[in-house]
């Protein structure tokens, strides 16, 4: 039986959609799964202390490109997002607004990390990466040995 190749192309794009359907794509569960929980668990954090006012590409253009690499589901919430909401002070504190905002970028940053991961996992598959650290010391501590 042949061992299935990964296309990584589609597996970067499956990445962006989905964080971490990626890594599930190229049979990398546990990876997927983290990166799925972590990321998408901060941009809905920041969604929810924000009051879904997070996403705001008019107000915050900097960060919205950020989100935009969390996913599509950026546009789509732009979308969705009334633009009376925004009422600072009254209906939402001003650092609940920031906060949330912050959340958000920074859950599409590490979503680009991950996508970048996985590819420097496709082009070095044997080279150790940053979850293989425990690895790496216990071949290094074994070649020691002996």
Not at 2 to 18: E, P, T, Y
Not at 40 to 53: P, Q, R
Request: aromatic share 10%; proline share 4%.
């Amino acid at each position: 039986m042949s061992k299935r190749k990964v296309n990584i192309w589609f597996a970067l794009v499956l990445a962006w959609l989905v964080p971490g359907l990626g890594h599930f794509y190229a049979k990398r569960m546990l990876h997927g799964l983290f990166y799925f929980l972590v990321i998408s668990g901060l941009y809905a954090a920041g969604l929810i202390i924000s009051d879904g006012t997070a996403v705001n590409a008019t107000d915050h253009l900097a960060y919205f490109m950020c989100q935009i690499l969390a996913g599509p589901i950026t546009f789509g919430v732009e979308y969705l997002r009334n633009p009376d909401s925004l009422s600072l002070g009254e209906g939402i504190g001003i650092m609940a607004h920031q906060s949330g905002t912050v959340y958000a970028a920074t859950a599409g940053v590490l979503n680009l990390i991950a996508i970048c991961e996985l590819y420097r996992r496709h082009v070095n598959p044997d080279e150790p990466g940053p979850s293989d650290t425990m690895r790496v010391d216990a071949i290094n501590a074994a070649s020691e040995e002996a």
